[in-house]
T-cell receptor, first 115, second 114 residues
Framework: GDSVTQMEGPVTLSEEAFLTINCTYT??????LFWYVQYPGEGLQLLLK?????DKGSNKGFEATYRKETTSFHLEKGSVQVSDSAVYFC??????????????FGKGTKLSVKP | DSGVTQTPKHLITATGQRVTLRCSPR?????VYWYQQSLDQGLQFLIQ???????AKGNILERFSAQQFPDLHSELNLSSLELGDSALYFC?????????????FGPGTRLTVT
């Protein structure tokens, strides 16, 4: 079945460092891909999305490109801030087999940014 | 604020009991999804309703059930609770079902079974 694999955390960076969180997926067809962020004690917030191959999603300085050939959707940010400390989830929107767009999540990557 | 509300925020109950979690979707959204977040299983899809009808089921136990009412709010019922049911339960809403489908999450209900 469909699945998402993302890099294990935690990831600890200094402020202004470059961030990459790897995400790869296995899916039937061409699912939509998402990154969600969960701040401590809160629900999930949609960070960015991409709906077809070569699409680049971007928001708040974060970017991710839908790569069909490598089945990847890596999250990047050029200069992280302390306020970016959170857990980041890669997800795909399941298609087919009776699915109705429910999300399949990776296990999450905890990011801590130190001043 | 996503516009999705969930009550209660916290729930503590004993094994064997039954609880009901409530979710109100964003205004205009017809689809409600329920997810469970636990340390060992991560985030898992439980069940989806669209405009009052069940549309998809994920890893939902037989002890769990849900429904969506005419005003589109949804309730998740958990019965014969076990210690392993302790988790964060999220609902999410979206306008449509299937396809390109942005989902907006509520703040969650933290269930503790003692």
């Amino acid at each position: 079945g469909d699945s998402v694999t993302q890099m294990e955390g935690p990831v600890t960076l200094s402020e202004e460092a470059f961030l990459t969180i790897n995400c790869t997926y296995t899916a039937t067809g061409y699912p939509s891909l998402f990154w969600y962020v969960q701040y401590p004690g809160e629900g999930l917030q949609l960070l960015l999305k991409a709906t077809k191959a070569d699409d680049k999603g971007s928001n708040k300085g974060f970017e991710a490109t839908y790569r069909k050939e490598t089945t990847s959707f890596h999250l990047e940010k050029g200069s992280v801030q302390v306020s970016d400390s959170a857990v980041y989830f890669c997800a795909l929107s399941a298609l087919g087999g009776g699915s109705q767009g429910n999300l399949i999540f990776g296990k999450g990557t905890k990011l801590s940014v130190k001043p | 604020d996503s516009g999705v509300t969930q009550t209660p925020k916290h729930l503590i109950t004993a094994t064997g009991q039954r609880v009901t979690l409530r979710c109100s979707p964003r205004s205009g959204d017809l689809s409600v999804y329920w997810y469970q977040q636990s340390l060992d299983q991560g985030l898992q899809f439980l069940i989806q309703y669209y405009n009052g009808e069940e549309r998809a089921k994920g890893n939902i136990l037989e002890r769990f059930s849900a429904q969506q009412f005419p005003d589109l709010h949804s309730e998740l019922n958990l019965s014969s609770l076990e210690l392993g049911d302790s988790a964060l339960y999220f609902c999410a809403s979206s306008f449509r079902t299937g396809g390109i489908n942005e989902q907006y999450f509520g703040p969650g209900t933290r269930l503790t079974v003692t």
